[in-house]
């Protein structure tokens, strides 16, 4: 194989690498993002307002999901009213929340069924996100 040839057949391989590894880095969430990045990152993006488009991973129950490659939480919003599924691509608004099991009955403002509370329980101190708005985002 020719020089010429192997640089045709490389440029294509390095392509498809980059948009893969740039598809995987666009279902990373704001959240994710900082927690990654540490405390500082994390206590910069508290009770702030975040808008994200990510996938959804999981419906945990009616008053939660997660998004994001790492599964990010997302309360306050009634999927099934919302026909939010599996797999859907979604656009969240919403508040940056640190998850304390002491505030998960009350400081949500939001009646967590048990499998939400188990979920939210084990991912204490974890950041989730209170939505204010979530729509589904249509693919092409």
Do not use: H
Not at 10 to 29: F, I, K, R, Y
Not at 79 to 97: E, L, N, S, W, Y
């Amino acid at each position: 194989m020719s020089t010429s040839s192997k640089k045709k057949f490389a440029l294509p391989a390095v392509a498809a690498l980059a948009s893969a590894l740039m598809v995987g880095c666009a279902e990373e969430t704001p959240v994710q993002e900082a927690e990654e990045a540490g405390p500082t990152a994390e206590a910069a993006i508290l009770n702030e307002t975040v808008t994200m488009q990510n996938e959804v991973t999981e419906i945990v129950g009616p008053n939660l999901f997660t998004v994001g490659e790492d599964d990010t939480p997302v309360v306050g919003v009634d999927a099934a009213a919302q026909d939010i599924q599996d797999g859907d691509m979604v656009q969240v608004t919403g508040t940056v929340r640190q998850i304390v099991e002491t505030d998960i009955d009350t400081g949500w403002d939001v009646d967590f069924d048990d499998d939400e509370r188990s979920y939210l329980i084990e991912r204490e101190l974890d950041l989730g996100v209170a939505a204010e708005d979530v729509q589904v985002v249509e693919q092409d």
